[in-house]
């Protein structure tokens, strides 16, 4: 495994791999990997005759009275889960290799897209994301992108990055990896006492449950979403959204229709969790 601080390395190195007719699939994370991380890793070197991850907490994606400075950088623990796993290439540039002095250009989402679900509380969020991530396709190249879908409405904007702006990159979106009482993996999960841990399986409890209901036409899904709400809030400290969306447009439903999504984002104790199911109906 070469570890690449530089982009312009990085790029000469996977012009170099393409040129020899690799095939490349692209991990991007912020670190602090868990099997989560690892399983998107383990999809790409199945598809790929090389694969990348990267680590870079995006300053870019955290609002002023987020966890940029608290966030996670374990990275000599990192580094080792990713020689186990045998991949090619780690990219781990510094703040100022990505946003050099000087910097001036921002990518700019729908609003449609970024400013509802996770991006009403986040104002910025998404932008910062996918302004980020072009830069990181831009350096990879032409590749598939692993993403997890734990991040679902990341992973929309993505994939509208992706489409939009022509990148010749095919995004891979792998299910959610979950510990053993559902809890959704993730980096943020170690910020929690065992008491807020406890708490926190209610997010998938909740969300599954609901889903279920629905499934089983136990009532209308305003109703539905109401009592889910309820339950959510007697275990959480605060609910900030629990929606059924069209997993297409992530536009709010009214109906039970054949695919939906149910998403929520909660805090737990100061810990924002998020998480989502994907519902069909038959
Ligand atoms: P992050 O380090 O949080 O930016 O996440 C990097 C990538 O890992 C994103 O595509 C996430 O959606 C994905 N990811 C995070 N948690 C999980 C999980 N529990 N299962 C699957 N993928 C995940």
């Not at 990085?10 to 791999?17: A, I, T, V």
């Amino acid at each position: 495994m070469k570890i690449v601080p530089s982009p312009q390395k990085l790029q000469r190195l996977l012009e170099g791999e393409r040129g020899r007719r690799k095939t490349i699939g692209f991990v991007p994370t912020m670190g602090a990997l868990h099997e989560g991380h690892l399983s998107l890793v383990r999809a790409s070197r199945r598809l790929n005759d090389i694969t990348v991850a990267s680590i870079f907490v995006n300053p870019l994606q955290f609002g002023p009275r987020e966890d940029y400075q608290q966030y996670p950088r374990p990275f000599a623990a990192d580094k080792r889960l990713l020689l186990k796993e045998k991949i090619d290439y780690l990219f781990f540039p510094s703040v100022r290799d990505l946003y050099p002095p000087g910097n001036r250009i921002r990518v700019c989402v729908d609003p449609k897209l970024s400013r509802i679900l996770c991006g009403k509380y986040r104002p910025g969020h998404f932008d910062g994301v996918a302004t980020v991530v072009a830069k990181l396709l831009n350096i990879v190249g032409t590749c598939r992108l692993y993403l997890g879908s734990k991040d679902y409405q990341q992973a929309a904007v993505l994939k509208c990055l992706v489409k939009d702006m022509n990148f010749n990159v095919q995004v891979c979106v792998m299910p959610t990896v979950r510990e053993g009482d559902g809890l959704a993996m993730s980096s943020r999960n170690r910020y929690l006492s065992l008491e807020e841990r406890q708490r926190a399986a209610a997010l998938f409890r909740v969300l599954f449950e609901l889903k279920r209901q629905i499934l089983e036409r136990k009532g209308s899904l305003s109703f539905l979403k109401r009592q889910a709400l309820g339950k959510l809030r007697a275990a959480v400290d605060q609910v900030q959204y629990l929606e059924v969306v069209d997993p297409q447009t992530l536009a709010p439903i009214s109906q039970i229709q054949s695919k939906m999504i149910a998403l929520t984002a909660c805090f737990v104790g100061k810990t924002r969790l998020i998480d989502n199911v994907i519902i069909t109906a038959s």
